[in-house]
């Protein structure tokens, strides 16, 4: 035959080692010479079919080909061994590595969401019915083509696709929106979908860390979803970051692609079918017709001029939806009283209709052009409407000096170092704006807060409240500004004289840092993370390095938000900031603190291998003479290089570092820090997993007993083992507190369907059980409901689950369930051809004999638990554990019943067992003599002297012996008072 002269891999995992010896089973049947012949007939390379074979890595691609070339039907079964195996490969790879936290998605708060943004489509869509009509179409009937809404900034694309996304989620579609301008929001937004949407936690971890396809998996489950759904790339003004390398981004290989189950719509600047290839279908969305763009100006200040005056207007604006916009907020502001009184040398000219703004538009000639232009790369259609809404802009702010709020020019200069997402209005710090000469010092409030109002009223600036806030607080208020309207106002910053702009990005850096003083590792401060960062990771990407100071400090902030993402799980975004963090460090000098801070954090996030090892020794060595020893810095080096050194050849030196760590962790940062719990999870991880458990223990207590904080910053790996060590303790609620915590963020994940998810809901279903609450018939019941999905009918893990519910119905004193359920599990493993001396029926057979005795059937019970005694006895032998467990039991149930014959002659029986294994001077048969002349006594075949005399040896050995528990000696105690007692009547 033509099985591989290789053996499976010892080392792999169970389930690995078993798929491979099955894979081999199937190529002997199909009669295949050799490896060679399989992976030809399998279309695999031969390393790929051999390492499949052998143990060592699988794909479920490859085992689908290997078994077709052997005539076997892929199945359900094979997929979830497949799956099952590589989960398993997964698992041991990262603990031998000392990873202890699988990459499941997102831990804490998200940063961006996937939900489209409809609160900011206007009441009415004008001049795109057509369009809609026709997307609708698309909607109802996707299949061939990706649609393509181009054209220039501020044509309303995004208003589009968002009146197409609220009717499509009106109709009951499933809708992502996800931010296409940003390639790390894109890639995060994506993984975020792919849950949502059902896949496995490990496989994207896999896929999202380069191992396998993250556009492959994405579209296998958005093309087998159930639901149809709307799928939005907005602003995607760089295509090919769409696109699979060396592609086009159209032809379905990478992140847009058609599909029959849903909708793909992209909106973006770049119509060009030669960049979008034919997979798409382009949709040009000009500028409005002046008709259309007079609607608009109607809609927001009707009471400005006649229909065709709005006309004049709305052409003059080029019917661009945003300058229509602006505008018509303008006139609808000067409508209310705005701008009535005259102000000491301000304009007299007062702009409250539709000719008087069209007149002060004026002539927009070649040098606003130029200055409109921006890098002299855009059309000149785009250079004329970015001058005409940039005009638009610095109109408002001219009326706002006119009107004696010459603080709105510097606000909106100062908002122009943010990001085009909300942040908190608290970060925007009136007193350290004034210190940088950008309002007079000292600053007046009432004058500060009208101009931002005014910015308000003109839609400018725009308020929004967070609703990410738990019940019962007040919601957090917060600015946005329009995308063109910072880069309009950066331009001017940009051009403004040296002095100035320092003075702006001095007063800016200053609040971004203030903001950043919020602890990050904290969970408690994540929602306001949440809103920092994207302002933060903009500000260390515009910020110059003329200023020593204000860059460092931009760059601290920007370490503190790396901090905050690595701790709530976001490591693609992470990933992105510290490649810009390290890219701006380059003018620090080369020793300098923060540029050694984010060296590491540089080498944490983006490397691997060899190579973050060499980066972490070579760091270590500056740190030690630059910080010293025991600078938190400097540990925190020393202990990502023990972690990433964990599976080398050095486990000794490597627990010895990381033993050191934790002692200066505790010395310098406190044992109540998370930098040391983590060192002290690492040491119980690692100390685990090359198998001294006990020592484990000693490390899992200290955790427990030291850190008080919030543990998901541990990981799901030491967290479910932290439960563990507190379910071994008794402290069975604040176990049951970690397994639902931890459940909790797998949900939020989207992660139900994983074994690890099935594996805490059953940790939970015993952890209740044991407490003897309710919730254990619950929880109990949803394992079963988890594996059913997951497993065969007839699977081991299926029935075991049912016995797992029994066990629930029994703990809570619900018998006559228990009893049915455990006769339905021995009724399924018996039809599913299991052995009735097969070990898990035998316990089946066990844990009903209890439920019976339970409900009062002693005589059912003990013959129940004789059968059970017999059959182990004749598979394990006398001496077995599980024998003379199940011996013990039906000795109990036979006193119980009053057979005390039969019970002396078991008894006897199981202390000659008991002799063997432990030495007649061992607790367990001394308890067993004590036992058995109880027996003899009560049966009639000792005197009452004989079971004195006995009593007393036994109680005289058994304080000493070895493997005493707790109540024995008072147990025998109180039996000898009796029996004396007995005696004196």
Known sequence: MGRPQDSVDPDAPKEMRELAERLRDAMDTAGYSGVTELADAAGKARGTVSDALNGKRVSWETVKAVLRACDIPPSTEWKTRCEDAERARRRRDRRAHGEDTPDTGQRGPGLYSIRPPVGELPARVRGRDALLALLGEALESPGQYVEVLHGLGGCGKTTVALRLARDAREHGYTVFWVPADDHDRTVTALRDVALEMGADEDEVADAWAGRASATDLLWRHLDEAE????????????????????????????????????????????????????????????????????????????????????RRLADRLGGLPLALRLAGAYLARTARGAGLLRQRGGSPKRIRTFVAYLEALGDLGPDLLDRGAGTGVLPDTERLHRSLIGRTWELTL???????????????????????????????????????????????????????????????????????????????????????????????????????????????????????????ESPENWPWWRLLVPHTVAAVAKVGDDSTRTLRLALRSGIEAFTFLWFSGQHETGKALAASLRARCGALEAEDEVRLTIRNRFALATMEGAAVEAEYADLLAIQRRVLGQEHPETLMTRHNLAATASGSGDPVGVEAELRAVLQARRRVLGPASPYTAITQSALAAFVQFRGDN?????????????????????????????????????????????????????????????????????????????????????????????????????????????????????????????????????????????????SALLRDRHCLAHTLEDSGRAQQASEEMTAVYESYREVLGADAEQTRSSLLCAVGFLRGSGDWDAATALYRTLYESECRVYGPDHAEPLFTRFRLSQAQYESGASARADAVSETESVLSALPEAEGVRDGWVDTVREALDGLRAADER
């Not at 109002?453 to 019962?472: I, R, W, Y």
């Not at 702009?501 to 903001?515: C, D, L, N, T």
């Open 398 to 520: 001219d009326f706002l000096d006119a009107q004696g709020l010459l603080e709105a020019r510097p606000l909106m200069r100062l908002l122009s170092c943010f990001a085009p997402d909300p942040f908190p209005a608290d970060l925007l710090d009136v007193d350290t704006a004034a210190r940088y000469g950008l309002l007079p010092d000292p600053p007046v409030h009432e004058r500060v807060d009208a101009a931002l109002q005014s910015l308000v009223d003109f839609s400018l600036v725009e308020v929004v409240d967070d609703t990410d806030v738990s019940e019962g607080e007040e919601p957090v208020p917060l600015l946005r500004v329009h995308r063109l309207v910072l880069e309009s106002n950066a331009r001017q910053v940009r051009e403004s004289p040296e002095r100035e702009r320092a003075a702006i990005w001095g007063a800016a850096v200053e609040m971004f840092a203030v903001g950043a003083e919020r602890e990050p």
């Open 694 to 838: 006990e020592e484990a223990h000693v490390q899992y207590d200290a955790l427990i007993d030291d850190y008080r904080g919030d543990r998901s910053l541990l990981g799901h790996y030491s967290r479910h083992q932290i439960a563990h060590r507190l379910d071994e303790m008794g402290r069975l609620p604040e176990a049951e507190v970690e397994y639902r915590h931890v459940l909790s963020e797998f949900e939020d994940a989207g992660a139900e369907g994983t074994k690890s998810y099935r594996e805490l809901v059953r940790c939970l279903a015993v952890n209740l059980r044991r407490q003897k609450v309710p919730a254990a018939r619950e929880e109990s019941l949803r394992y079963v409901a988890l594996t059913e999905r997951a497993e065969p009918f007839d699977s081991q893990e299926f029935h075991a689950a049912l016995h797992l519910h029994g066990d629930a119905l029994r703990a809570l004193e619900e018998y006559a369930e228990a009893e049915s359920v455990y006769r339905d599990v021995l009724v399924k493993r018996r039809a599913a051809g299991c052995d009735e001396q097969d």
């Open 227 to 310: 639901r149809p759904w709307l799928l939005v790339l907005d602003n995607a003004d760089a295509p090919d970051r769409l696109a699979a390398p060396g592609r086009m981004p159209g032809d379905s290989t990478g992140w847009v692609r058609a599909s029959g189950a849903g909708l793909t719509v992209v909106t973006t600047r770049v119509g060009t079918a030669d960049v979008w290839g034919g997979g798409t279908r382009l949709h040009p969305v000009e500028p409005l017709p002046a008709d259309d763009g007079a609607d608009i100006l109607i809609d927001l200040a009707g009471n400005a001029g006649t229909a065709a005056e709005a």
